[in-house]
């Protein structure tokens, strides 16, 4: 079969499918790449613009061709999408199976499936927004004497037993448990209004960005510091960044992290009172970026 | 004593070399493995008198027990992708195969100190963490028979 009649074939089948489309003729001298530049905006997609049309080989000049509609655009922009959700998941079984059903979708775009295309791409996203939903995030302290407070801090509730009871504590809730005893009702750590004084912080001062050297686990040395909290039996560091989440308890005001991967992160540092009870945070942003110097953001008058 | 004497001059210095303890019989599978270690952290086998000092990827195993001193730190990696990190002046037992009367067997049993747990797909995984007075169970409901 000519091309010329396999694309006008291709005509009559779509124009029964599918709303009307525009159209473009095959010009002199013009390769698969630069036809599918000019129509498609990429190079590659030369295969894909075949796939729409029912060929099997490069169109003769004069050769007119079908090119698709918003259903493209579609796929397109929920691959593009995913792409990016998937380039900012952390490593992990979500990530993996995110990734495979993105090459998927980039897979059956290639093949003018755009509405499976656009389906699995979208399928990608909502894998990994799913996953930052339900990121389950709590600590569990235990004293000498066995007393044991958890703390919830995101993401969906954890069940805590106890003498044959069970008490579900939600995010932003605590529970302390006595040895011997049934949990009782969890508090609100919100409503209960930490008291105490927040830490003043330190250094890496606000808006920092640090140029740091490679070390294990990313770059480093990472130094924490805040000035201490009178009363205070110990501190609790929680750094939030892009790729990493960490908590560190900490009796002295300084922590050092030997190393974390590069990106932006917020830091929260509290201090563990008296009572075995958590104060006020206190929260600065850094960010660790690959180099050998300091870049300090402010103006300095050193010239 | 002059036996003793070198013995606790090499101390420190054998300390500094750190090696990961040995594993236990090859057929026990592993339960989780260690990362991020930093300052003074170590690992007594089941079957073992000895704290050892534990380095990175230290793998755990049945009724492992691990400790962390001051200033030291630790994180836990299990299988499932679920990451515990432990803090320092910590004392936690690993699946211990006989958990206390009338309570299901924990991933991770504390007996001393904090951990910090997080489930990136709690829909897919689990972790029970037992202590002297409560289990906490975290992600999918586990159903046991």
Redesign the interface.
């Known amino acids: 079969m000519s091309h010329a009649l396999a694309a006008a074939l291709a005509l009559l089948a779509s124009a029964a499918t599918t709303p009307p489309a525009s159209e473009t003729v095959v010009r002199p001298g013009e390769s698969l790449g630069q036809l599918a530049a000019r129509t498609l905006g990429s190079e590659g997609a030369g295969p894909e613009l075949l796939a729409f049309n029912h060929l099997d080989g490069v169109p003769a000049a004069g050769t007119r061709l079908l090119l698709p509609g918003p259903e493209r655009a579609r796929a397109v922009a929920a691959i593009g999408s995913a792409r990016s959700a998937v380039v900012q998941a952390?490593p992990?079984?979500?990530r993996t199976e995110a990734e495979a059903r993105l090459a998927e979708a980039e897979s059956l775009l290639a093949r003018a499936r755009y509405a499976e295309a656009a389906a699995q791409a979208d399928g990608a996203w909502k894998l990994l927004a799913?996953?930052r939903e339900?990121?389950?995030?709590?600590?569990?302290?235990?004293?000498?004497d066995?007393?044991?407070r958890?703390a919830v801090r995101e993401?969906?509730p954890?069940?805590?037993?106890?003498q044959g009871r069970t008490r579900a504590v939600r995010a932003g809730e605590t529970l302390t448990?006595?040895?011997?005893?049934p949990?009782g009702p969890p508090q609100s750590e919100s409503s209960a209004g930490p008291t105490g004084e927040p830490p003043v912080l330190l250094s890496p001062e606000p808006g920092l960005k640090l140029a740091l050297e490679p070390a294990p686990?990313g770059l480093g040395p990472v130094r924490f510091a805040w000035k201490p909290v009178p009363e205070a039996t110990g501190y609790v560091l929680d750094l939030a960044g892009p790729r990493k989440?960490?908590?560190?308890?900490?009796?002295v005001p300084v922590v050092t992290i030997?190393g974390l991967p590069g990106g932006k992160y917020r830091w929260t540092v509290r201090a563990v009172q008296s009572d075995g009870t958590l104060g006020p945070p206190t929260s600065r942003v850094v960010q660790l970026v690959p180099g050998r110097i300091k870049l300090e953001v402010k103006e300095t008058p050193w010239q | 004593m002059a036996l003793c004497l070198p013995l606790l001059v090499c101390a420190p210095a054998c300390r500094r070399e750190a090696k990961a303890p040995p594993a236990p019989a090859p057929k026990q599978s592993i339960r989780a493995t260690l990362a991020?270690v930093?300052g003074a952290v170590s690992v007594k086998r089941a079957a073992g008198d000895e704290w050892q000092a534990a380095v990175n990827g230290t793998a755990l195993y049945d009724d492992d027990k691990v400790r962390t001193e001051?200033?030291g730190?630790a994180e836990l990696r299990f299988p499932s992708?679920t990451v515990v990190?432990v803090?320092?002046?910590t004392l936690l037992g690993i699946a211990e195969t006989q958990a206390a009367p009338g309570r299901p067997q924990a991933d991770v049993t504390?007996?001393?100190?904090?951990?910090?747990?997080?489930?990136?797909?709690?829909?897919?995984q689990s972790l029970t963490?037992g202590?002297?007075?409560?289990?906490?169970?975290?992600?999918r409901e586990i159903v046991f028979q």
């Open positions: 952390p992990g079984s979500a799913d996953a339900e990121r389950s995030h709590f600590a569990v302290a235990v004293e000498p066995g007393r044991t958890v993401g969906v954890v069940r805590v037993e106890a448990v006595i040895r011997g005893e949990p686990g989440t960490l908590s560190v308890r900490s009796a030997p | 991020q930093r001051r200033g730190s992708g990190a803090s320092e002046d504390v007996l001393r100190g904090t951990v910090d747990a997080t489930l990136d797909r709690p829909a897919n963490v202590t002297p007075a409560a289990t906490v169970r975290a992600g």
